[in-house]
């Protein structure tokens, strides 16, 4: 032992110590922080962790001698800080990383206990193994487990949110206990410890289970139970509450309660008593800790230090039998008593099978064990025992062939199975072929003989299997394990036994004997599975023997429908098409298909001989005929354009162009070629008159050119337009050359003709104008017209008689109106009136009322005569009678009555330019009511008087 002391004047407080032993740490009340290698006996200052107040660390299980990455440390405030440091044994010297605050427990309540373990496990749908880790942490009162990938705030990320942090966390009472603890066990080897189960000390009693193994990781922490014991020891009271003990410990089998005067053990299998000790009076025991090479357990007390060894505490009889090897007696004592712990026998029976190399044995006890499945097939294939995992997954196999549920697990097994068994055939395949064998001739050829002889009984073993778990078998996996491993003959026997014809078809394509797959499909019955291959693999057929495939089709596959094999046409190669082509026409008289037709027009453009063009101007021509007659195409216009154009067919372009109206394109495609003829059809299309003489402008420009003879061409575009050009148009494209001397007949008849064309132009004015005044003599006789109506006569509006009243207004319908009926009835609708009529009534209205207040007050007319008791005349004078004041008043001069009566009659014409009755307003409002809202609310209120 060495003395190791600290400078510090506090009192130690705590110590915390790795597994290994490598790294030390020890806290002072104080809150002071020392740590010590096992290099040394000095101890070295943490000053990064000064005044943190710590109550848990946790170090890797495996760590490194010198130095520590990542470790974690719980404080008593809540937090857990990940920190590292490299110590330098040579200088007594330590570099320290900044302590990373990674979680906070809710409420800040203090963590006694942490953990952590890093591990390889399967990552889903990836063939490679990931790195992950698992954290542990307590509190009093909660157990929290933690899982993800390094570092550490990574993994502590989505526990952040409470809800998720709920999911893995286990909560006791703690109402007395006032510091918690974690302890771990370690299973040890040569080379590292393995992390196997821990305990938790808790108020009622102590939480332990078992840490899954680092291969059957699949996101919780322990592999089934977390189980509470609660506390005990010998001769305790079956009434009264037991004290809460000092510290607790666990071992693989027992869990230790450790009191200030009392050590008890438990047993974790039949929760009895296995052990108990009481210490001397007075000394108070404080603390334990396990020691996994010597398997004792060390407890300690102010005053000493203990070492206690527990030996034949198990009184588990059939576990006995297990330690001693003595297994038939083991798995006897468990199916006599019929014990829940047969499997685990079983299991502990196949590992000593396996670790003795009696690999087909424990593969029989392992089928018979509550091992996991996943954990026995991996230790099969890390001792790369093929023949004991073959053995294993047939038995698992056998177990589950008459369970409904485990249809997914059968094809699994037996997949694997035979993974495995073409894995050997291909072993011996390769040792038969082997030359290299270092043994003289004559034991060479025995061994090839033996060897040979095995790998027939290997492949009959094997035809075997399949036939007699043909129904837990999925078959395209298997046919796709046999294609991989070079098992072709075994492969086309299955696929020929499984009525699986596609797997036949698809080696002879892959082989390229492309004939061969083509008659297996013709050989197939069944019609419909037979035109899908047609259909799936047509590309291929058609690509490499278009011949025999559109020979097949027409004769062989009468039901499949040319649609679904259209594509696979564009594969035919080049010099092929001309029968894909005839077979695409054959096709187009029974089918209605657009895109049929437009790989037709496909092809026709692709030849590009003289005959395919005249066929392709021939289609284009029936779709133009379709156009003409308003009949929908039967071919894509954009489609056939763009194809067109990229083989060149000048021709079928001018004509799609006139299909699509695009006239000008047209024509100055068919200039741009010479084709004049083809471009004066498409310049007489047009129906817009201007587009007409455009077009046939482009083409005499482009045909007269510059040649003496130039005149002659365009006096014939004249003719050939169809009057479309006049003589004029085309002499700016006369040569200066020309002598007009030598067409002057020609031009005397077109200027005979303008002549006749002016004299009639002259007539249809003379015409009009005679138009115009007949037109005027008859408005004239209209403004002397009268209208005869009866004295009695109504408004249709007020419903008063119109004679003897106010101004009234009669419409050519007879419907007749006040003045000022009409008036309230445009402002009662004013909203469906136009704006510009409702401004301009507002306006006059405003005028005029404005000039007839003026009257009003001087007592005069609206015609400007004066009243008979008036004094004076109108004008800017006080009569005797009217008090006028000149100076407030404005004055009235006659340019305003002139214009008060220019309103009068632009007032009249706004309304009388329709019958309210019968005009547009009208059934503009015919939605509204006949009444107004006040009216039918007065209507209503005197019905309920009345009622009432």
Same mark, same amino acid.
């Given at each position: 032992?060495?003395?190791?002391?600290?400078?510090?004047?506090?009192?130690?407080?705590?110590?915390?110590?790795?597994?290994?032993?490598?790294?030390?740490?020890?806290?002072?009340?104080?809150?002071?922080?020392?740590?010590?290698?096992?290099?040394?006996?000095?101890?070295?200052?943490?000053?990064?962790? =000064?005044?943190?107040?710590?109550?848990?660390?946790?170090?890797?299980?495996?760590?490194?001698?010198?130095?520590?990455?990542?470790? +974690?440390? &719980?404080?008593?405030?809540?937090?857990?800080?990940?920190?590292?440091?490299?110590?330098?044994?040579?200088?007594?010297?330590?570099?320290?990383?900044?302590?990373?605050?990674?979680?906070?427990?809710?409420?800040?309540?203090?963590?006694? &206990?942490?953990?952590?373990?890093?591990?390889?496990?399967?990552?889903?749908?990836?063939?490679?193994?990931?790195?992950?880790?698992?954290?542990?942490?307590?509190?009093?009162?909660?157990?929290?487990?933690?899982?993800?990938?390094?570092?550490?705030?990574?993994?502590?990320?989505?526990?952040?949110?409470?809800?998720?942090?709920?999911?893995?966390?286990?909560?006791?009472?703690?109402?007395?206990?006032?510091?918690?603890?974690?302890?771990?066990?370690?299973?040890?080897?040569?080379?590292?410890?393995?992390?196997?189960?821990?305990?938790?000390?808790?108020?009622?009693?102590?939480?332990?289970?078992?840490?899954?193994?680092?291969?059957?990781? =699949?996101?919780?922490?322990?592999?089934?139970?977390?189980?509470?014991?609660?506390?005990?020891?010998?001769?305790?009271?079956?009434?009264?509450?037991?004290?809460?003990?000092?510290?607790?410990?666990?071992?693989?089998?027992?869990?230790?309660?450790?009191?200030?005067?009392?050590?008890?053990?438990?047993?974790?299998?039949?929760?009895?008593?296995?052990?108990?000790?009481?210490?001397?009076?007075?000394?108070?025991?404080? $603390?334990?800790?396990?020691?996994?090479?010597?398997?004792?357990?060390?407890?300690?007390?102010?005053?000493?230090?203990?070492?206690?060894?527990?030996?034949?505490?198990?009184?588990?009889?059939?576990?006995?039998?297990?330690?001693?090897?003595?297994?038939?007696?083991?798995?006897?004592?468990?199916?006599?008593?019929?014990?829940?712990?047969?499997?685990?026998?079983?299991?502990?029976?196949?590992?000593?099978?396996?670790?003795?190399?009696?690999?087909?044995?424990?593969?029989?006890?392992?089928?018979?064990?509550?091992?996991?499945?996943?954990?026995?097939?991996?230790?099969?294939?890390?001792?790369?025992?093929?023949?004991?995992?073959?053995?294993?997954?047939?038995?698992?196999?056998?177990?589950?062939?008459?369970?409904?549920?485990?249809?997914?697990?059968?094809?699994?097994?037996?997949?694997?199975?035979?993974?495995?068994?073409?894995?050997?055939?291909?072993?011996?395949?390769?040792?038969?072929?082997?030359?290299?064998?270092?043994?003289?001739?004559?034991?060479?050829?025995? $061994?090839?003989?033996?060897?040979?002889?095995?790998?027939?009984?290997?492949?009959?073993?094997?035809?075997?299997?399949?036939?007699?778990?043909?129904?837990?078998?999925?078959?395209?996996?298997?046919?796709?394990?046999?294609?991989?491993?070079?098992?072709?003959?075994?492969?086309?026997?299955?696929?020929?036994?499984?009525?699986?014809?596609?797997?036949?078809?698809?080696?002879?394509?892959?082989?390229?004997?492309?004939?061969?797959?083509?008659?297996?499909?013709?050989?197939?019955?069944?019609?419909?599975?037979?035109?899908?291959?047609?259909?799936?693999?047509?590309?291929?057929?058609?690509?490499?023997?278009?011949?025999?495939?559109?020979?097949?089709?027409?004769?062989?596959?009468?039901?499949?429908?040319?649609?679904?094999?259209?594509?696979?046409?564009?594969?035919?190669?080049?010099?092929?098409?001309?029968?894909?082509?005839?077979?695409?026409?054959?096709?187009?008289?029974?089918?209605?298909?657009?895109?049929?037709?437009?790989?037709?027009?496909?092809? +026709?453009?692709?030849?590009?001989?003289?005959?395919?063009?005249?066929?392709?101007? &021939?289609?284009?021509?029936?779709?133009?005929?379709?156009?003409?007659?308003?009949?929908?195409?039967?071919?894509?216009?954009?489609?056939?354009?763009?194809?067109?154009?990229?083989?060149?067919?000048?021709?079928?372009?001018?004509?799609?162009?006139?299909?699509?109206?695009?006239?000008?394109?047209?024509?100055?495609?068919?200039?741009?070629?010479?084709?004049?003829?083809?471009?004066?059809?498409?310049?007489?299309?047009?129906?817009?008159?201007?587009?007409?003489?455009?077009?046939?402008?482009?083409?005499?420009?482009?045909?007269?050119?510059?040649?003496?003879?130039?005149?002659?061409?365009?006096?014939?575009?004249?003719?050939?337009?169809?009057?479309?050009?006049?003589?004029?148009?085309?002499?700016?494209?006369?040569?200066?050359?020309?002598?007009?001397?030598?067409?002057?007949?020609?031009?005397?008849?077109?200027?005979?003709?303008?002549?006749?064309?002016?004299?009639?132009?002259?007539?249809?004015? +003379?015409?009009?104008? =005679?138009?115009?005044?007949?037109?005027?003599?008859?408005?004239?006789?209209?403004?002397?017209?009268?209208?005869?109506?009866?004295?009695?006569?109504?408004?249709?509006?007020?419903?008063?008689?119109?004679?003897?009243?106010?101004?009234?207004?009669?419409?050519?319908?007879?419907?007749?109106?006040?003045?000022?009926?009409?008036?309230?009835?445009?402002?009662?609708?004013?909203?469906?009136?136009?704006?510009?009529?409702?401004?301009?009534?507002?306006?006059?209205?405003?005028?005029?009322?404005?000039?007839?207040?003026?009257?009003?007050?001087?007592?005069?007319?609206?015609?400007?005569?004066?009243?008979?008791?008036?004094?004076?005349?109108?004008?800017?004078? $006080?009569?005797?009678?009217?008090?006028?004041?000149?100076?407030?008043?404005?004055?009235?001069?006659?340019?305003?009555?002139?214009?008060?009566?220019?309103?009068?009659?632009?007032?009249?014409?706004?309304?009388?330019?329709?019958?309210?009755?019968? &005009?547009?307003?009208?059934?503009?409002?015919?939605?509204?009511?006949?009444?107004?809202?006040?009216?039918?609310?007065?209507?209503?209120?005197?019905?309920?008087?009345?009622?009432?």
């Amino acid at each position: 032992y060495v003395a190791i002391g600290y400078p510090s004047d506090g009192d130690a407080n705590k110590m915390w110590m790795d597994v290994f032993g490598y790294h030390c740490f020890i806290t002072t009340k104080k809150r002071e922080v020392f740590y010590l290698n096992y290099l040394s006996n000095e101890v070295v200052t943490m000053g990064k962790l =000064k005044n943190f107040d710590i109550t848990a660390m946790a170090f890797p299980t495996n760590p490194s001698k010198d130095s520590l990455d990542h470790m +974690l440390i &719980g404080t008593r405030d809540g937090f857990i800080y990940s920190y590292g440091f490299a110590y330098k044994n040579e200088i007594k010297e330590i570099e320290e990383k900044n302590p990373k605050k990674v979680f906070e427990f809710p409420k800040k309540t203090p963590v006694f &206990g942490l953990m952590f373990e890093t591990y390889q496990c399967a990552i889903p749908n990836e063939p490679r193994l990931g790195i992950a880790t698992l954290v542990m942490a307590v509190t009093n009162d909660t157990c929290y487990q933690f899982t993800g990938k390094m570092p550490f705030d990574n993994l502590f990320l989505r526990y952040k949110d409470e809800k998720e942090l709920s999911k893995h966390k286990k909560t006791m009472p703690a109402e007395k206990l006032q510091e918690s603890e974690l302890k771990l066990f370690y299973t040890h080897t040569e080379k590292s410890y393995d992390l196997h189960s821990f305990v938790w000390k808790c108020e009622i009693g102590a939480c332990h289970g078992k840490f899954r193994g680092k291969e059957d990781y =699949k996101g919780r922490l322990v592999v089934k139970d977390f189980i509470a014991d609660g506390y005990q020891y010998k001769g305790m009271s079956t009434s009264g509450k037991v004290e809460l003990p000092q510290a607790v410990g666990i071992t693989e089998y027992s869990v230790y309660f450790l009191y200030t005067d009392n050590l008890t053990v438990i047993s974790r299998i039949t929760k009895d008593i296995e052990y108990s000790e009481s210490f001397r009076p007075g000394e108070v025991m404080t $603390q334990m800790v396990y020691e996994t090479n010597s398997k004792s357990m060390w407890i300690y007390s102010l005053k000493g230090l203990y070492r206690l060894i527990i030996t034949g505490a198990n009184k588990d009889l059939w576990r006995q039998q297990l330690e001693n090897s003595n297994f038939n007696e083991a798995l006897k004592l468990c199916q006599e008593d019929n014990n829940k712990h047969y499997g685990y026998v079983a299991g502990a029976v196949a590992d000593s099978k396996f670790r003795n190399g009696k690999f087909l044995e424990a593969a029989e006890y392992y089928s018979q064990s509550n091992r996991k499945f996943e954990e026995v097939t991996l230790k099969f294939i890390a001792a790369e025992e093929n023949d004991g995992l073959e053995e294993y997954l047939t038995r698992k196999l056998n177990s589950i062939m008459k369970e409904r549920k485990m249809n997914i697990q059968r094809r699994l097994l037996c997949a694997w199975i035979v993974e495995l068994r073409l894995d050997k055939l291909n072993k011996l395949s390769a040792y038969i072929e082997d030359e290299a064998l270092e043994f003289s001739p004559s034991t060479r050829k025995g $061994q090839k003989k033996d060897a040979k002889e095995k790998h027939k009984k290997l492949s009959e073993e094997l035809i075997t299997f399949l036939q007699k778990y043909e129904s837990g078998l999925d078959p395209d996996t298997i046919f796709q394990l046999l294609q991989n491993h070079g098992r072709v003959s075994d492969c086309l026997t299955f696929a020929s036994h499984m009525q699986n014809f596609e797997i036949i078809v698809m080696h002879y394509i892959n082989n390229r004997e492309i004939r061969q797959a083509l008659e297996v499909l013709r050989s197939m019955k069944d019609e419909k599975k037979k035109n899908d291959l047609m259909i799936k693999y047509s590309s291929i057929f058609m690509k490499h023997e278009a011949k025999s495939t559109i020979s097949s089709l027409m004769k062989d596959f009468k039901d499949l429908k040319i649609d679904d094999v259209v594509p696979s046409l564009m594969s035919v190669d080049h010099k092929d098409r001309g029968i894909v082509n005839t077979y695409v026409k054959k096709c187009m008289e029974t089918s209605d298909n657009k895109l049929l037709r437009n790989l037709y027009l496909f092809f +026709l453009a692709e030849h590009n001989d003289a005959e395919s063009t005249e066929e392709l101007v &021939g289609l284009l021509d029936q779709q133009e005929a379709l156009l003409k007659r308003s009949q929908p195409l039967t071919i894509d216009k954009d489609f056939a354009l763009n194809v067109c154009k990229y083989f060149g067919q000048v021709q079928a372009q001018v004509i799609i162009y006139g299909m699509l109206e695009f006239y000008d394109e047209a024509v100055k495609l068919a200039i741009q070629t010479k084709q004049f003829d083809l471009a004066k059809d498409y310049a007489s299309k047009p129906t817009d008159e201007k587009i007409r003489k455009k077009l046939w402008l482009d083409i005499a420009r482009a045909t007269m050119g510059t040649s003496k003879e130039n005149m002659k061409t365009g006096l014939e575009i004249i003719k050939e337009s169809n009057r479309n050009l006049e003589l004029n148009d085309v002499l700016q494209f006369v040569s200066p050359k020309v002598k007009l001397k030598m067409f002057k007949n020609d031009i005397f008849v077109h200027l005979e003709e303008y002549d006749k064309k002016i004299q009639d132009l002259n007539d249809t004015r +003379l015409s009009y104008n =005679k138009s115009y005044h007949d037109l005027n003599e008859e408005i004239k006789e209209l403004n002397n017209n009268c209208v005869r109506f009866p004295a009695d006569k109504f408004c249709e509006e007020c419903e008063k008689v119109l004679v003897g009243s106010f101004k009234f207004y009669i419409f050519p319908c007879q419907h007749a109106f006040h003045k000022e009926c009409i008036l309230n009835w445009l402002n009662k609708f004013r909203m469906y009136v136009s704006t510009t009529k409702i401004e301009k009534l507002d306006q006059i209205e405003k005028y005029m009322s404005k000039i007839e207040d003026f009257l009003r007050r001087k007592g005069v007319s609206i015609e400007g005569r004066a009243k008979p008791d008036d004094a004076d005349t109108l004008f800017g004078k $006080q009569t005797a009678k009217v008090k006028y004041n000149a100076k407030k008043d404005p004055k009235l001069n006659q340019s305003d009555l002139e214009t008060y009566h220019i309103y009068e009659k632009q007032l009249e014409s706004l309304l009388t330019d329709e019958c309210i009755l019968c &005009g547009n307003l009208f059934i503009e409002t015919v939605d509204m009511p006949f009444d107004s809202p006040d009216e039918l609310f007065w209507a209503l209120q005197l019905r309920e008087d009345i009622t009432n």
